[in-house]
Every structure is written in C-alpha cells, then in structure tokens.
C-alpha cells in the first residue's frame, strides 16, 4: 500500500482528506498523530510538514501536506478511479467546483472551525471554550451569503442530504470519535 494518511478521523482537515480517498475507493493506511502528545511538532513528523500540522499524505517518496492540496493531487492523480471530483469532462462544471472551493476556504472554513475548535477541540484539552470566540464567528456566518440555515434552502438541504448519505461520507463519519485522545 503506497498510500499513508498522517492524521486523526476526528481533524475537519483529515476528514476532507478520508472522504476524497474513500470517494475514489484507493487503498490507504491512516497513521494516527497524537497532538496531545505534541508527536506533530516533533523532528520526525516536522520533516514531513515542516509546519507540524495534520493531515500529511505520503504516496512512495512524495509527500505532501495541506488538505486542499492533498485532495486535489488524488482527485488528479486518481482521475480515472471511483467519483469525477473535479468534473474533468465538463469545463463549466469544472470551473464551478473551483468557485466553491474558493467559497469554502475563504468565507466557511475560517469561521466554522474556531466554532468547532472552541466547542469541540478545547474540552477534550480540558480547556474552557471561549464563547465570545463563538459568537464573533456565528456571526461572520450570518454574513455570509451561502451561510443560511441548511434547511432552509431547499437546493443546500437537497446537497447536504445527498452528501452525507454517501458512503464515503458515512464511512468518514463513523471514524470520528471525539472522545478519544
């Protein structure tokens, strides 16, 4: 298996990474991190991402870091197998998922994962979330344009219900667990 994953399930960023992986059905080892150890900011981990953070994807003697990239470099290399992520066959279609790429990396993600850190991530720490914090981004949520409750839209609610029953979104879902460290 050429493929190994360094990261946590429970890492919004690993999970992006899982479900394209599992979209294309390739064969991967997922090597767990312990961030509660610091292992991502030892010698070892720093020479595959000089930046200590998760995911990593290492395919042979390339490596690689950076969830968006990660995903883009499969959804490429992997055109031919399982799901057309990026719709190589369609320009217009192509430059759409591009669009909401962009979208989700500039407008939701920044936003939705100090929510989810701070709600999430800071008590398995032991840690109190901030929720200032929180509300400042539910905010900047609210700001946005594509931000609308989900049931509220009938397209985003016609998306989201055929993307989370998709195998490989369930798949990824039940290798969360938030209790563990």
């Known amino acids: 298996m050429a493929l190994k994953l360094h990261g946590i399930p429970m890492s919004t960023c690993t999970t992006r990474v899982l479900t394209c992986l599992h979209e294309k059905g390739l064969d991967f080892?997922?090597?767990?991190?312990?961030?509660?150890?610091?292992?991502?900011?030892?010698?070892?981990?720093?020479?595959?991402?000089?930046?200590?953070?998760?995911?990593?994807?290492?395919?042979?003697?390339?490596?690689?870091?950076?969830?968006?990239?990660i995903t883009a470099y499969l959804a490429e290399k992997y055109k031919e197998t399982g799901c057309d992520l990026l719709r190589h066959n369609d320009l217009k279609e192509a430059a759409l998922v591009k669009v909401w790429l962009e979208v989700e990396s500039q407008h939701y993600y920044p936003a939705i994962y100090q929510i989810v850190y701070q709600f999430f991530a800071l008590p398995l720490q032991g840690k109190t979330a901030d929720q200032a914090i929180i509300d400042v981004n539910l905010e900047k949520l609210g700001k946005t344009p594509w931000a609308s409750l989900i049931n509220s839209r009938p397209n985003v609610k016609a998306w989201w219900e055929d993307i989370s029953s998709r195998p490989a979104f369930k798949k990824v879902a039940e290798g969360m667990t938030f209790g563990e460290k």
């Open 29 to 69: 080892e997922l090597v767990p991190v312990n961030l509660f150890a610091g292992e991502h900011k030892q010698p070892p981990f720093l020479a595959k991402n000089p930046f200590g953070q998760i995911p990593v994807l290492e395919d042979g003697d390339f490596t690689l870091f950076e969830s968006r990239a």
